[in-house]
């Protein structure tokens, strides 16, 4: 299957942040369309790191931006 560009149109419809939170086995990448932190903040403990996207970056797949963001160090108890 062929991949096509990505338009300025479809950038918009893109996720704009690269989020690692915090799951069951370690930190685990998510791709957020916005930093919405939900009702009561129910969210914000599960963030670990964010970043804004480049627009040249927002195509990307998880793994891809995975490498290139590591992971943020979590202390264990």
Aim: aromatic share 10%; net charge neutral; no cysteine.
């Amino acid at each position: 299957m062929a991949r096509r560009r990505t338009t300025e149109a479809d950038a918009d419809d893109l996720p704009r942040y690269f989020v690692w939170v915090r799951g069951l086995e370690g930190p685990e990448p998510q791709k957020w369309m916005a930093m919405d932190f939900g009702v009561g903040d129910w969210k914000r403990p599960l963030v670990l790191a964010f970043l804004e996207l480049p627009d040249g970056e927002r195509h990307l797949p998880l793994s891809a931006l995975a490498r290139r963001y590591p992971p943020p160090r979590v202390d264990v108890l």
